[in-house]
């Protein structure tokens, strides 16, 4: 896998897709960043290779394949305030089933799964996915929400005819569980095919759309759970643009909620794989998300989640700590909608303090 991303990063900065005969590293690294016209042997532009190609006509021959046949996730320019830099937010919750950026790990580790049983621990989103493509696919999944999970989660899963159990725990990586023999664990934590749908998928896509909307992001601002987004996305802008692209990862303090995301060592997992060293981890609490999801929404007409408010949040602390300026083009991931949180959106409006 690993000199497969030497040489995905090597296919990004030549802009050339070149794979010989019997090489599956080089095969590899044509699948992680999404090209798939190439012939072994040959050196073709990423042109030639499909690079630019995203998203499919739109036609699903089942439900099962809707995430692939999708078309990419919008990306919009948005008003930030205190920032003067253009920021484009990427809506993620325009995906099928979690309506989140998860069916794009879970569409991907999915097909990597040799059982029909399949379990995952999950603050909401990556458990919905599961549950909708098992459900598509035929397979049986059991669900272990976080505490802070949504509500709408579980009854959610319950309705797609899987198994789902609630956490005592907060945050979902330390949890152990076990629902008995015979059942495969996703493994969105361990999993390379997490970053590597990121890789091929919201990289690729945020790529393209800049090339048509002419700009070329500077900035890359993604909130961090397993950090599959945030290092999957990151290693294909930093590549693609040639080191000219500074990435953020967001987190919350210590101690703080944000749904989606978690305090964390870092760099962690894929970030210190893919990302360049130093890359920083932004740390936003949850107050600041809060205030921020009051302005953003009156402003821009859209209700990001806790983890996609908290990405806003951060983007503007950098612009007001002039790291961020006039001259920049900030894209941000958005990973939910904040109607999945009615809890966020009382303590935005100050009707209740916060969770426990
Ligand atoms: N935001 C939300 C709402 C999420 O559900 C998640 C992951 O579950 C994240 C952010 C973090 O994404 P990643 O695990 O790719 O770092």
Redesign the pocket.
């Known amino acids: 896998m690993w000199p497969a991303v030497a040489r995905a990063a090597r296919m990004l900065r030549t802009r050339r897709v070149s794979v010989g005969r019997g090489d599956p590293a080089g095969e590899w690294a044509a699948r992680l960043i999404g090209a798939d016209r190439y012939v072994p042997g040959a050196s073709v532009s990423l042109e030639d290779a499909g690079f630019y190609d995203v998203g499919g006509a739109l036609v699903a021959w089942s439900v099962g394949e809707l995430v692939e046949a999708s078309k990419s996730t919008p990306m919009v320019r948005v008003r930030v305030p205190g920032c003067r830099a253009r920021v484009w937010a990427k809506l993620e919750w325009f995906n099928p089933f979690?309506c989140?950026?998860?069916d794009r790990?879970v569409a991907s580790l999915i097909r990597g799964a040799s059982r029909h049983r399949i379990y995952e621990v999950?603050?909401?989103?990556?458990a919905l996915a599961l549950a909708s493509l098992a459900s598509a696919r035929g397979l049986r999944a059991a669900l272990y929400l976080a505490r802070h999970a949504p509500m709408a989660a579980e009854e959610a899963i319950r309705l797609l005819g899987q198994r789902v159990e609630r956490l005592p725990h907060p945050i979902t990586v330390e949890a152990r569980v076990d629902p008995g023999p015979g059942w495969e664990r996703l493994g969105?934590f361990e999993s390379p095919l997490?970053?590597a749908a990121?890789m091929r998928g919201t990289g690729r896509e945020i790529i393209v759309q800049a090339r048509h909307a002419g700009f070329r992001p500077s900035v890359f601002v993604?909130?961090?759970?397993?950090?599959?987004?945030?290092?999957?996305a990151g290693f294909m802008l930093h590549h693609y643009y040639r080191g000219n692209v500074r990435v953020y990862?967001v987190a919350p303090p210590r101690g703080d909620v944000v749904?989606?995301?978690r305090w964390q060592e870092w760099p962690s997992g894929?970030a210190r794989l893919l990302l360049p060293p130093g890359t920083p981890l932004l740390h936003v609490s949850r107050r600041e998300a809060v205030l921020m999801l009051r302005v953003f929404a009156r402003l821009n007409g859209l209700l990001p989640?806790?983890?996609?408010a908290a990405t806003l949040a951060a983007v503007r602390g950098l612009c007001r700590a002039g790291i961020v300026g006039a001259g920049d083009d900030v894209v941000v991931?958005l990973?939910?909608h904040g109607l999945?949180y009615p809890g966020f959106l009382s303590e935005a409006l100050g009707k209740v303090n916060r969770i426990p």
Not at 122 to 126: E, I, L, M, V
Not at 222 to 232: D, E, K, L, M, N
Not at 305 to 308: A, E, F, Q, R, V
């Open positions: 979690s989140s950026m998860k790990a999950s603050s909401g989103n990556t969105q997490n970053p990121h993604a909130p961090a759970g397993t950090s599959g987004t945030v290092a999957g990862a749904e989606g995301i894929w989640g806790p983890s996609g991931i990973p939910d999945k």
